[in-house]
């Protein structure tokens, strides 16, 4: 099968491979940029961009660990400008995406910031994302692509962005829930078969037929060139990949990070319990023994991150507060920090650049 180019809105992605936005230091300026430069579509995480470059960007932090205070800061746009101004570095004018989380604290405003920084996709999951039009009113070129787990979500989303801003997604991702970090599903749901990504793709691609044309992307799980094929064969225009490019030279996260899933085993990776109320999939690390002892590091909700956790209550009740375990691990922190990564997680056994990445998934493995 050929691969073919495809659009989102006004913009031309030349490779049907969006990399997934992986929070808190993981798809940041130099994984993006270099996805895009390479034909793909690199996408910039807003999550926790108060702890780029040391935190050069913050003007308040907390403590010795420097945590930065209240989602201002958690979500600095200075740094997340830098960001952006670092990855258009790399790829010039090629189309750049911001992944913005439904779920977390000042949406709107995190939108508009990435869009003001120079963003021409916004990505939206962990929630429905139904004001995402209202957050993008005044940058009528940003194309706008939400995350759906059913037919039924697009639907709803479609009735009501028709209805409120005469506006239809410019294309769709469909995540199944293989993906690292937080899922669509509750826990029981994401081991169903009627569930997985082949099962729930085919009629989300029937569903947006019926609102015209958008590009369907496939995500959650999708590992090679022969999964690329199968989903392009059950109808996706595109596929999103996040675990494979954590196994890349250029990906942000810390080298512990990638040591860690590159030694994890099938069976270290685990779907475990989040503040943000849905389960999340990373590597069992002893974070979570600790967490099971009563001995992981209190909770103080100092950031403010997400709103699903009310000020740290989720987060008492599941024993870690989310924001200040990812950015241990963006920090190297072994000992403390929280390591998201996909079902295949196990499956990374080398670190290779983003170039020779795209190659093989483009052309096969071993072409």
């Not at 869009?115 to 957050?135: F, R, Y």
Request: net charge negative.
């Amino acid at each position: 099968m050929a691969f073919k180019s495809f659009k989102i809105g006004k913009y031309t992605i030349e490779k049907p491979i969006v990399q997934g936005g992986m929070g808190v230091g993981i798809s940041w300026d130099q994984l993006a940029g270099n996805v895009s430069k390479e034909g793909g579509l690199g996408v910039i995480s807003t999550v926790g961009t108060g702890v780029y470059k040391k935190r050069a960007y913050v003007e308040k932090t907390v403590g010795k660990e420097e945590r930065p205070l209240e989602a201002i800061n958690f979500y600095s746009y200075p740094a997340l400008k830098k960001i952006f101004e670092n990855a258009r570095k790399i790829c010039g004018d090629k189309p750049l995406a911001a992944n913005v989380l439904y779920a977390q604290s000042e949406y709107n405003r995190v939108v508009e910031d990435a869009c003001k920084a120079g963003a021409n996709i916004i990505i939206t999951g962990a929630g429905l994302p139904l004001t995402m039009p209202e957050a993008t009113k005044d940058y009528p070129d940003v194309a706008l692509v939400p995350i759906v787990s059913t037919a039924k979500a697009l639907r709803i989303l479609c009735r009501r962005w028709k209805k409120t801003h005469n506006r239809l997604p410019d294309a769709v991702i469909v995540e199944g829930p293989l993906s690292g970090g937080h899922q669509g599903f509750k826990y029981e749901e994401c081991f169903m078969p009627e569930n997985q990504l082949e099962n729930i793709l085919p009629p989300v691609v029937e569903e947006a037929k019926n609102w015209g044309s958008m590009p369907i992307i496939a995500a959650g799980g999708v590992w090679d060139h022969d999964d690329i094929v199968k989903m392009m064969e059950l109808g996706a225009d595109a596929v999103q990949m996040g675990t494979r490019f954590i196994g890349t030279v250029e990906c942000d996260a810390s080298q512990v990070m990638k040591d860690i899933i590159i030694e994890a085993e099938e069976d270290d990776i685990k779907l475990f319990k989040s503040p943000v109320g849905y389960p999340a999939r990373g590597v069992k690390t002893q974070l979570h023994k600790d967490i099971e002892a009563g001995t992981a590091p209190k909770v103080a909700c100092i950031s403010n991150c997400v709103a699903p956790c009310h000020r740290g209550e989720e987060a008492k009740i599941v024993g870690y507060c989310i924001a200040d375990r990812l950015s241990d691990a963006y920090d190297g922190i072994k000992e403390s920090g929280l390591f998201f990564t996909g079902a295949n997680g196990y499956r990374l056994q080398e670190i290779i650049t983003v170039k020779e990445l795209m190659n093989k998934l483009m052309n096969g493995e071993d072409n």
